[in-house]
């Protein structure tokens, strides 16, 4: 059982928008900022969206973040192929003292 | 370039321990702190702990206090992650990740490629 909820799948087909729910509360996404991490299939994470909003460098800016309350959630428009991965937010609880993820949306593209 | 290269996979019987490395190049090692996180098969990400690489201080997932000690050798840059008593559940793919900030916001910037620990009798 996660700390943050997210849905198990998500799905698309290409050239659409999709979002991802990520869940939390007060001691996590209520009071920190949330990350988003994309993994391949058989590969490490890899960050996507770091502070609710932010881009690391070569992410290109099909991939957006928000955040609102105890609850954030990514979006993907124009959706392509490579796209296709396992996708978890993550943030800092306070009150475990500790970095928490989301179980992981696992994203089809149709 | 920042790397992260971690030591090859091990397989371990119940009850005994396993040591894994995670060898950093491309940055001053002392100027960020290394987070384990763990993924057992087909699940999700669980973070385990986080060492300073200056100071040694760490802070563990409460889970896995008393049986997981994280270290660091500043002459190798190498961080260690080793994790005692094992049980079935604790197979998993064991990575170790760098931080980076930015502002405010703190992140797993870096991440290597992983370690795939077997518990089996």
């Known amino acids: 059982q996660s700390v943050l909820t997210q849905p198990p799948s998500a799905s698309g087909t290409p050239g659409q928008r999709v979002t991802i729910s990520c869940s939390g509360s007060?001691?996590?996404?209520?009071?920190?900022?949330v990350n988003w991490y994309q993994q391949l299939p058989g590969t490490a994470p890899k960050v996507l969206i770091f502070g609710n909003n932010q881009w690391p460098s070569g992410v290109p800016d099909r991939f957006s973040g928000s955040k609102s309350g105890t609850s954030a959630s990514l979006a993907i428009s124009g959706l392509q192929s490579e796209d296709e991965a396992d996708y978890y937010c993550a943030a800092w609880d306070v009150s475990l003292n500790g970095w928490v993820f989301g179980g992981g949306t696992k994203l089809t593209v149709l | 370039q920042v790397q992260l290269v971690q030591s090859g996979a091990e397989v371990k019987k119940p009850g005994a321990s396993v040591k894994v490395s995670c060898k950093a190049s491309?940055?001053?090692?002392?100027?960020?702190?290394i987070s384990w996180v763990r993924q057992a098969p087909g699940q999700g990400l669980e973070w385990m702990g986080w060492i300073s690489a200056y100071y040694g201080h760490t802070n563990y997932a409460q889970k896995f206090q008393g049986r997981v000690t994280m270290t660091t050798d500043t002459s190798t840059t190498t961080a260690y992650m080793e994790l005692r008593n094992l049980r079935s559940d604790d197979t998993a793919v064991y990575y170790c990740t760098r931080e980076s900030q930015v502002g405010p916001t703190i992140f797993f910037a870096y991440w290597g490629q992983g370690t795939l620990v077997t518990v089996s009798s």
């Open positions: 491309g940055y001053t090692f002392t100027t960020y702190g």
């Open positions: 007060s001691s996590n996404i209520g009071s920190n900022t």
